[in-house]
Nanobody
């Protein structure tokens, strides 16, 4: 089992950058795949990005602006967000699943979320 805690959410102006962090517990960090999801007000939770080993996946809406990375030594996962837009405003959630990930697989563990607000 893994425990996830997100941090780094903030209020920023459009065009600026922000990095979210997901700190994890457990001794088998390297055996997990991780993802970032977001939920805007009145909308369903949506996939943003995932990392499985060194393979990354991105939603079309964030490709070329967001970068997901993992630091196995720090047991952390990051989401670097550049050129933020008002439509990126949402609560961002970190998620984990044991083993590998590819699109359509579900994540089993979730953090509590961190708020990102982008003003125009």
């Amino acid at each position: 089992q893994v425990h996830l805690v997100e941090s780094g959410g903030d209020l920023v102006q459009a065009g600026n950058s922000l990095t979210l962090a997901c700190a994890t517990s457990g001794r088998t960090f390297s055996r997990y795949a991780f993802g970032w999801f977001r939920q805007a007000p009145g909308a369903e939770r949506a996939f943003v990005a995932a990392v499985s080993g060194r393979t990354t996946f991105y939603a079309d809406s964030v490709k070329d602006r967001f970068t997901i990375s993992r630091d196995d030594d720090e047991r952390s996962v990051y989401l670097q967000m550049n050129n933020l837009k008002p439509e990126d405003t949402a609560v961002y959630y970190c998620a984990a699943r044991a083993g590998t990930y590819y699109p359509s697989l579900e994540f089993d563990y979730w953090g509590q979320g961190t708020q990102v607000t982008v003003s125009s």
